[in-house]
C-alpha cells in the first residue's frame, strides 16, 4: 500500500528538503539508460531509441545521447517561449546548433536572445499561419487525393506548404479556399499516402502455424506465449510482414507480446466474424459467472460464462497457472484470440478440451497480468470506459495511459526526465470516475527512486508541485483501488 496511514482526503505534499536526498556532484543515473562522462542520459531515451537513431541517422552511441539531451532541452526552452510571447510567437524548429523562434516583433527577438535561442523576424504569427491552415481544412472536400497529398504549417518558412502532385489541381484548392495566396507555397512531391494494415483482436496471424491475435496494445499486440518464442518473426492475416516476439512466457504462464512493423496499426478492435468489430474499451476484469465471448481465427466468435479463476491447467508441454476457465468452445488456431466481457478486454486464448461441434472447455491467460508483466498499455475507445480524461490542460506535456488496480505507471512513458536547473515540477492526475488513483514524484538519488512529493486524495484526480534540485525524475501513477484510462499532464524546470 502506497499511502501513508493518515489517508488524508486532501492532497500531501512532501516539503522541500523534508527527504534526504543524495547530492554527490557524479551520482549515477538510473541504470536503464547508460550514462555517459560527458552527456546525461534524457528522459525518454530507450536502448530501442539509441539503436534506431543510430542506425538510420548515422550517429554514435554518444552522439545519439547528445542529440537527444539537446532536442530536449531546446524542445523545453520552444515550449516555454511559445507561452510567454503569446501572439508573437510564430514557431520554433531546432537547427544543427540552436534553437531558432520566429516572432513577429524586436522586443520578441530581444526576449529569444535572452533565453539564449536565435531569433528570425518574420511577418506571419503562428495564430495566422494555423488560421490559413485551418480554412484550408474546411475545405479539404475541394482536394482530390490523387493530385494533393496533404497541406501543413511549415514555421521555418513562415508560410503553410500544400503538397502538389498536380500544381494546377493544388492553385485550383488554394483559389477555392480563399486564402491569401502569399501565404501559401505550392510544393511538389511524388508523396501518395496510404492507410496501413490494421491489427485487430481475432485476426490470424502466422509464424510457421497461425494464431490468433489477442489484444492491441501501443506498438504491437498481446497474444498466447505458446504461439511463438522471442525473436519469431510474424505474418499478417494477409502474409504481410508483420512483426517479432518481443517477449514470451510458457510454459508456467502462457502470454506473449508481438511489436508490429510500420506496415501495421494497432486498433482497439477485436473481430467479431459477422462483417464488424467490438471495440475495446478497458479491461476491468469480469466475475464468476459473467457472460463472456471470445473471437478467434478458426472458429470466429464464440460465448459462454466464466467458470472459474486461477486454475492450473497441466498441458504436456507443462503446467500453467493463473488461468481462467470457460465452457466457451474453441479451436487449435484460436490460440492468443481475444476474450470480452461486454467491451472489456479480459484476456486471450491458452488452450482447452473438445471442440465447437460438440462443445468442450477453453482457458485464458487474464489480459491485465500480460500488461503488466510487460508494461503494456492497452489500445482502447470509447464504449463502456470512457477514453482517457483530459481534464489537465496548460501543462507543458501530457501522457495517456491505462491501469489496473493495484498497479503503477511510469511517466514520462515509463521513463523519466532530467531537469538540468532547480525549479518547480508539476504534475495532474486525471482518472475515470469511481476510481482512487495516487500521484507520486519521485527522484533518483545514486541508488534508487526516492518518493519526494504525493497526492493521494479518496477519488480520480490529483495534483502536486515540487521546489527541487537539478536531477533526475519521474511521476508514478498508482490504482489505489479500480482500474481505467488516465491522463497526466508534466511540467518541469
Known sequence: MRRSLAAAAAAILLPAGALTIAAAPAAAAPSDVPATSAVAPPATASSEMFAAMQRDLGLTADQARSRIARDEKGSRTDASLRRSLGAAYAGGWLTADALVVAVTSQTAADRVRAAGARPKLVDRSGADLDRIKSTLDRHAAKAPAAAIPGWYVDVTTNTVVVLARDTGAAAAFVRASRVDAAAVRLVTTTEAPRTYYDVRGGDAYYMGGRCSVGFSVTGGFVTAGHCGNVGTATQGYNQVSQGTFRGSSFPGNDYAWVQTNSNWTPQPWVNNYSGGNVTVAGSTEAAVGAAICRSGSTTGWRCGSIQAKNQTVNYAEGSVSGLTRTNACAEPGDSGGSWLSGQQAQGVTSGGSG????????????????????????????????????????????????????????????????????????GCLDGPTGVDFDLYLQKWNGASWVDVAGSYTAGPDESLSYTGTAGYYRFEVHAYSGSGSYSMGITNP
Request: charged share 10%; proline share 8%; with cysteine.
Open 355 to 426: 471442440n465447437c461441434s460438440t462443445g468442450g472447455t477453453t482457458y485464458f491467460q487474464p489480459v491485465n497480468e500480460i500488461l503488466s508483466a510487460y508494461g503494456l498499455t492497452l489500445r482502447t475507445s470509447g464504449g463502456g470506459e470512457p477514453p482517457p480524461p483530459t481534464g489537465c490542460s496548460g501543462y507543458e506535456a501530457t501522457y495517456t495511459g491505462s491501469i489496473s488496480s493495484g498497479q503503477s505507471r511510469y511517466q514520462p512513458n515509463g521513463s523519466y526526465y532530467y531537469s538540468s536547473v532547480s525549479g518547480t515540477h508539476r
